[in-house]
């Protein structure tokens, strides 16, 4: 079945540095979500890729899905504290009623 | 964005017994919602999709009849936990997929979650 592998599982950051984390799929995807997780909260959307290749940016934040459309990246610029928590990444299957599958999520703690 | 709200946010109950948690859009129409188990530090395990009117679908290893599923209108559902065991405490989070309109395009596949339920059992 459909897997979603998120690398890595841990992310110590120093405030205003930059970092990365990838998300693989072991099947095609029509479509890559990525949510947030505040300590204690439940996940927020942040946002869906559809198209092999795009690239979207919410401010500091870089995603992009590959050309395969397998796999995916989310690039923190400049972090911030505020940038404290969990982040998942979610896939659905190239089927139309594919599951929406998460990753393990990446959970990101902020050094001041 | 769109709203969830679930309740309740917080339950504790003794070993054996049943216990429900609803799951509510507020400000918009969803046939579908899924429900969701999370462990401390760890991923969302979906459980089963709630399709309003019909059966729910399980995942496998969900025991359809220890966790039971109602969608009885296109903004609710609830997930009943029964004959709960201390095995079964955990983060039960759900989410709704709205149904396409204007404010929600098609191409628009997101899910928004509820704040989650914390249930410990005794």
């Known amino acids: 079945g459909q897997q979603v592998m998120q690398i890595p599982q841990y992310q110590h950051v120093q405030e205003g540095e930059d970092f990365t984390t990838y998300c693989n799929s072991s099947?095609?995807?029509?479509?890559i979500q990525w949510y947030k997780q505040r300590p204690g909260g439940h996940p927020v959307f942040l946002i869906q890729l559809v198209k092999s290749g795009e690239v979207k940016k919410q401010k500091r934040l870089t995603f992009q899905f590959g050309e395969a459309k397998k796999n995916s990246s989310l690039h923190i610029t400049a972090t911030q504290t505020t940038d404290v928590g969990t982040y998942f990444c979610a896939g659905r299957g190239a089927d139309s009623w594919g599951k929406l599958q998460f990753g393990a999520g990446t959970q990101v703690v902020v050094t001041p | 964005g769109a709203v969830v709200s679930q309740h309740p946010s917080r339950v504790i109950c003794k070993s054996g017994t049943s216990v429900k948690i609803e799951c509510r859009s507020l400000d918009f129409q969803a046939t579908t919602m899924f429900w969701y188990r999370q462990f401390p530090k760890k991923s969302l395990m979906l459980m089963a999709t709630s399709n309003e009117g019909s059966k729910a679908t399980y995942e496998q290893g969900v025991e359809k009849d220890k966790f039971l599923i109602n969608h009885a209108s296109l903004t609710l559902s609830t997930l009943t936990v029964t004959s709960a065991h201390p095995e079964d405490s955990s983060f039960y989070i759900c989410?709704?997929?709205?149904?396409?309109?204007?404010?929600?395009?098609?191409?628009?596949?997101?899910?928004?979650f509820g704040p989650g339920t914390r249930l410990t059992v005794l």
């Open positions: 099947t095609t995807l029509s479509n």
């Open positions: 989410s709704a997929r709205a149904i396409p309109s204007g404010r929600f395009p098609p191409s628009t596949d997101t899910q928004y």
